[in-house]
């Protein structure tokens, strides 16, 4: 798997690990459709 880069080309495995979060939660996160009731809101 490639690692993932933010908008500001920080790895995503750095601001995972800053802000003490795993990376499981996060890519199941990523994977999800968004909704049109998330778009409009």
Same mark, same amino acid.
């Given at each position: 798997?490639?690692? =993932?880069?933010?908008?500001? @080309?920080?790895?995503?495995?750095?601001?995972? #690990?800053? =802000?003490? =979060? %795993? #990376? $499981?939660? /996060? /890519? !199941?996160? !990523? &994977?999800? $459709?968004?909704? &049109? %009731?998330? =778009?409009? @809101?």
């Amino acid at each position: 798997m490639t690692e =993932l880069v933010d908008d500001d @080309g920080i790895p995503v495995a750095v601001s995972l #690990r800053v =802000l003490k =979060l %795993s #990376r $499981q939660p /996060y /890519y !199941r996160w !990523r &994977k999800q $459709q968004v909704t &049109k %009731s998330e =778009l409009i @809101g």
